[in-house]
């Protein structure tokens, strides 16, 4: 059974810096680009970034890009979002996701952590 | 970046009606538009992908089919569970865009 579990959320004071992980399991996690998406409470969803089977490509949201850093561990298979200057709008409920069928999109998502920027 | 519109907001139906919910993308997205269904409290799951592709393990009263940049979600005999937010997203381009979701609620 595949499975995401992210951890790692919390409160965090505007400028501040968080890191996320998520620890996946059931599947060949090095074969897979990894995904982290994220939603606001209430609000939908927005596509944060993605990276690489191999970790050496990666994509990010204009509204992140610079102050957030995606990496992952494929000896551990784990998958982490650094987050710096973080600002109020980054609050949110931040899912690690993958696609493991052919032509889908993002096909298994963990549960979630949440982050919230409050000072 | 591409501009997914969902339509309508909410849905109110009874169970065993059909539930059809649309989806407009401000270009071309080919066939890259996906489907999600997502329950209070819960993650988001993948429905359709590939437009019309039903993902693994979802009812065959989920349909979805695409005429140019319009897309629609059919729920055929809606059942009470179906009661949630669905959302479309486009994945031809980066970022892939989502709509702003569908709500059905059950009568």
């Known amino acids: 059974e595949v499975q995401l579990v992210e951890s790692g959320g919390g409160l965090i004071p505007p400028g501040g810096s968080l890191r996320l992980s998520c620890v996946a399991s059931?599947?060949?996690?090095?074969?897979?680009?990894m995904n982290w998406v994220r939603q606001p409470p209430g609000k939908g969803l927005e596509w944060v970034g993605r990276l690489n089977s191999g970790g050496t490509g990666s994509h990010y949201s204009d509204s992140v890009r610079g102050r957030f850093t995606i990496s992952r561990d494929n000896a551990k298979n784990t998958l982490y979002l650094e987050m710096n200057n973080l600002r109020v709008e980054d609050t949110a409920l931040y899912y690690c996701?993958?696609?493991?069928?052919?032509?889908?999109?993002?096909?298994?998502w963990g549960p979630g952590t949440l982050v919230t920027v409050s000072s | 970046e591409i501009v997914m519109t969902q339509s309508p907001a909410t849905l109110s139906v009874f169970p065993g009606e059909r539930a059809t919910l649309s989806c407009r993308a401000s270009?071309?997205?080919?066939?890259?538009l996906a489907w999600y269904q997502q329950k209070p409290g819960q993650a988001p799951r993948l429905l359709i992908y590939?437009?019309?592709i039903r993902a693994t393990g979802i009812p065959a009263r989920f349909s979805g089919s695409e005429s140019g940049t319009e897309f629609t979600l059919t729920i055929n005999s809606v059942q009470s569970e179906d009661l949630a937010l669905y959302y479309c997203q486009q994945y031809h381009n980066w970022p892939g865009t989502f709509g702003l979701g569908s709500k059905v609620e059950i009568k």
């Open positions: 270009q071309s997205v080919s066939n890259k």
């Open positions: 996701v993958t696609r493991l069928t052919t032509d889908a999109s993002l096909d298994h």
């Open positions: 059931g599947f060949m996690f090095s074969d897979h680009w």
């Open positions: 590939g437009a019309s």
